[in-house]
């Protein structure tokens, strides 16, 4: 079940709602235990199988980590509890990998050394990849003593929680249970009048705009499936139009998940905060699927940063150290764990070279930003004209760098993106719609393009679609932002105020104006519930 769909929206959430307020009037007990079997019907509605599988993974990383928790109270050896820790690591990236991975892997043997293994499908449980993440943190926070005490409802309510179950937040156990712990389970409604206006902010960030985009962006990529060339124009709507789809895509749904918590009085953290105004790729990355970046960064990056650190203090050898480091430290300590980091990255999206392909590009873009970061600066007179220079510089490079990479992971293979890159450098020429191409031939410039199997009204039609989504991802305040005052999401107030270029005074208040307004794309969204819709993160 979606949250972009009829069941969800006029059956499952009303009565999973109702009931929780009045199950909270009598016991908050009895309300907090129908949110676990509420999400446990919520993630069997596509394929029972599903509970089972990812059931038995629960109680293993709960026995675990209540077995890493009695051996810290009775001041047992810790490598006792650090071989139950790499047990836990173990068997949940194995868990990831059997589901994810198998195909991949033996299919990359079979290419490489000419074997023949047989590429049996193996059913992927929904959401194994934000799942198996949310378990690993909970386990490396146990074993630290970051998570104290917990029962078996407060990790299953953790984990199951249906509103960030599929597709995130990634989220913590001590970020989440204290707003359990505290919630009076009542009716709120200043709370459900916040939360409801998320969810329709992020339903018509789904199914209008994301959905909109992929009506034309899917047909570019299905033209260089098919060995079709693509030229200038369909090759710049592939790559700037997906990265849009894909943004509009997982920010809704995050925007959602955020809006059905709030409705039951939890707050997720923030995920995204618009992106693609970022003047670098660091800047990106603060911004980009968030709640990701801090896992990566907490539990890879960081952990893999110290241990390089004290080895070569050990050597006697210098660490970071800003301006004054040496290239050595610079490659060992801050290029080799983002290049590492990057990789899990784009591992994690998907099981694919392309997505490890997409992840060590991110790499290296990240690398090469720290290294500027460190040169870069020395090179004007002042930071202010560094900053003036920059900001216009830096932003047009990291939109050009992200969308760029996007084709790859958008393209199912390398054959693909490789025809799209060529159609994004006119390699393939230019392709206009016939009056288009009749204008331009009356001025003499008939050379110039072809006729493409195209009307002028889809033309315009496309091109209006991928300015307007433009215009609204680099010039507009994000959701977040016109919401903030109302604290919507974990982190809102933290942020900067509104950002957009436009419209900064685009504040929502529960007022009547608004109320049409938000009612509006609201309707607007459920009228194009049922049509063509892709879910890009239901996989991960």
Same mark, same amino acid.
């Given at each position: 079940?979606?949250?972009?769909?009829?069941?969800?929206?006029?059956?499952?959430?009303?009565?999973?709602?109702?009931?929780?307020?009045?199950?909270?009037?009598?016991?908050?007990?009895?309300?907090?235990?129908?949110?676990?079997?509420?999400?446990?019907?919520?993630?069997?509605?596509?394929?029972?199988?599903?509970?089972?599988?990812?059931?038995?993974?629960?109680?293993?990383?709960?026995?675990?980590?209540?077995?890493?928790?009695?051996?810290?109270?009775?001041?047992?050896?810790?490598?006792?509890?650090?071989?139950?820790?790499?047990?836990?690591?173990?068997?949940?990236?194995?868990?990831?990998?059997?589901?994810?991975?198998?195909? $991949?892997?033996? =299919?990359?043997?079979? *290419?490489? /050394? #000419?074997?023949?293994?047989?590429?049996?499908?193996?059913? @992927? &449980? !929904?959401?194994?990849?934000?799942?198996?993440?949310?378990?690993?943190?909970?386990?490396?926070?146990?074993?630290?003593?970051?998570?104290?005490?917990?029962?078996?409802?407060?990790?299953?309510?953790?984990?199951?929680?249906?509103?960030?179950?599929?597709?995130?937040?990634?989220?913590?156990?001590?970020?989440?249970?204290?707003?359990?712990?505290?919630?009076?389970?009542?009716?709120?409604?200043?709370?459900?009048?916040?939360?409801?206006?998320?969810?329709?902010?992020?339903?018509?960030?789904?199914?209008?705009?994301?959905?909109?985009?992929?009506?034309?962006?899917?047909?570019?990529?299905?033209?260089?499936?098919?060995?079709?060339?693509?030229?200038?124009?369909?090759?710049?709507?592939?790559?700037?139009?997906?990265?849009?789809?894909?943004? $509009?895509?997982? =920010?809704?749904?995050? *925007?959602? /998940? #955020?809006?059905?918590?709030?409705?039951?009085?939890?707050? @997720? &953290? !923030?995920?995204?905060?618009?992106?693609?105004?970022?003047?670098?790729?660091?800047?990106?990355?603060?911004?980009?699927?968030?709640?990701?970046?801090?896992?990566?960064?907490?539990?890879?990056?960081?952990?893999?940063?110290?241990?390089?650190?004290?080895?070569?203090?050990?050597?006697?050898?210098?660490?970071?150290?800003?301006?004054?480091?040496?290239?050595?430290?610079?490659?060992?300590?801050?290029?080799?764990?983002?290049?590492?980091?990057?990789?899990?990255?784009?591992?994690?999206?998907?099981?694919?070279?392309?997505?490890?392909?997409?992840?060590?590009?991110?790499?290296?873009?990240?690398?090469?930003?720290?290294?500027?970061?460190?040169?870069?600066?020395?090179?004007?007179?002042?930071?202010?004209?560094?900053?003036?220079?920059?900001?216009?510089?830096?932003?047009?490079?990291?939109?050009? /760098?992200?969308?760029?990479?996007?084709?790859?992971?958008?393209?199912?293979? !390398?054959?693909?993106?490789?025809?799209?890159?060529?159609?994004?450098?006119?390699?393939?020429?230019?392709?206009?719609?016939?009056?288009?191409?009749?204008?331009?031939?009356?001025?003499?410039?008939?050379?110039?393009?072809?006729?493409?199997?195209?009307?002028?009204?889809?033309?315009?039609?496309?091109?209006?679609?991928?300015?307007?989504?433009?215009?609204?991802?680099?010039?507009?305040?994000?959701?977040?932002?016109?919401?903030?005052?109302?604290?919507?999401?974990?982190?809102?107030?933290?942020?900067?105020?509104?950002?957009?270029?436009?419209?900064?005074?685009?504040?929502?208040?529960?007022?009547?104006?608004?109320?049409?307004?938000?009612?509006?794309?609201?309707?607007?969204?459920?009228?194009?519930?049922?049509?063509?819709?892709?879910?890009?993160?239901?996989?991960?």
């Amino acid at each position: 079940m979606l949250f972009n769909s009829y069941e969800f929206i006029f059956v499952f959430l009303p009565v999973t709602f109702a009931l929780f307020v009045l199950l909270g009037r009598t016991s908050r007990n009895l309300a907090l235990g129908w949110l676990i079997v509420a999400s446990l019907v919520f993630y069997a509605w596509w394929r029972p199988v599903n509970v089972p599988i990812i059931g038995i993974s629960l109680l293993i990383n709960y026995s675990l980590a209540r077995a890493i928790q009695r051996l810290a109270a009775r001041d047992q050896p810790s490598r006792w509890r650090t071989a139950l820790l790499v047990i836990g690591l173990v068997f949940n990236v194995g868990f990831l990998g059997y589901f994810k991975y198998t195909t $991949f892997v033996l =299919s990359t043997v079979n *290419d490489l /050394a #000419g074997t023949g293994f047989i590429l049996q499908h193996i059913i @992927l &449980p !929904l959401g194994i990849s934000f799942i198996t993440f949310q378990k690993i943190a909970f386990l490396l926070d146990v074993h630290a003593g970051r998570v104290e005490s917990f029962s078996l409802r407060d990790y299953l309510l953790f984990v199951l929680f249906f509103p960030q179950l599929i597709a995130g937040p990634i989220v913590h156990y001590r970020e989440m249970m204290p707003q359990f712990h505290a919630n009076p389970c009542r009716f709120d409604r200043h709370g459900l009048v916040v939360g409801l206006t998320l969810l329709c902010f992020g339903l018509f960030k789904k199914v209008v705009l994301a959905d909109g985009m992929a009506a034309y962006v899917t047909p570019v990529y299905d033209l260089a499936v098919g060995g079709g060339r693509v030229s200038l124009f369909p090759g710049w709507l592939a790559a700037v139009g997906f990265s849009l789809q894909l943004y $509009f895509d997982f =920010s809704g749904y995050s *925007d959602m /998940a #955020g809006g059905l918590a709030r409705c039951f009085g939890v707050r @997720l &953290p !923030l995920n995204f905060y618009s992106p693609f105004q970022a003047s670098s790729i660091i800047d990106f990355w603060s911004r980009w699927h968030i709640t990701l970046t801090r896992f990566l960064t907490a539990y890879l990056y960081n952990p893999l940063l110290l241990w390089l650190t004290r080895r070569r203090y050990a050597r006697g050898l210098g660490g970071l150290m800003g301006h004054h480091s040496s290239p050595g430290a610079f490659l060992q300590l801050l290029a080799g764990p983002t290049l590492l980091t990057m990789f899990v990255s784009g591992l994690w999206h998907g099981a694919g070279y392309l997505f490890i392909l997409w992840g060590l590009l991110h790499g290296l873009y990240l690398t090469i930003n720290h290294a500027w970061r460190l040169v870069g600066p020395k090179l004007w007179s002042s930071k202010e004209a560094y900053a003036r220079f920059m900001q216009p510089v830096g932003f047009a490079l990291t939109f050009l /760098a992200v969308v760029g990479a996007m084709v790859l992971f958008r393209s199912p293979n !390398l054959q693909v993106a490789m025809n799209v890159y060529r159609g994004m450098l006119g390699i393939h020429g230019i392709e206009l719609p016939p009056a288009v191409v009749t204008m331009l031939a009356a001025h003499g410039l008939a050379h110039v393009a072809t006729v493409a199997v195209m009307s002028t009204k889809t033309f315009l039609q496309q091109e209006f679609w991928l300015l307007a989504l433009l215009f609204i991802a680099l010039m507009l305040p994000n959701t977040i932002q016109i919401m903030a005052q109302h604290d919507p999401v974990l982190g809102a107030k933290e942020r900067p105020a509104n950002t957009g270029l436009v419209l900064h005074s685009l504040v929502w208040n529960p007022t009547l104006p608004w109320a049409i307004g938000v009612a509006l794309l609201a309707a607007a969204a459920v009228m194009r519930i049922g049509g063509p819709s892709e879910f890009l993160y239901w996989q991960f």
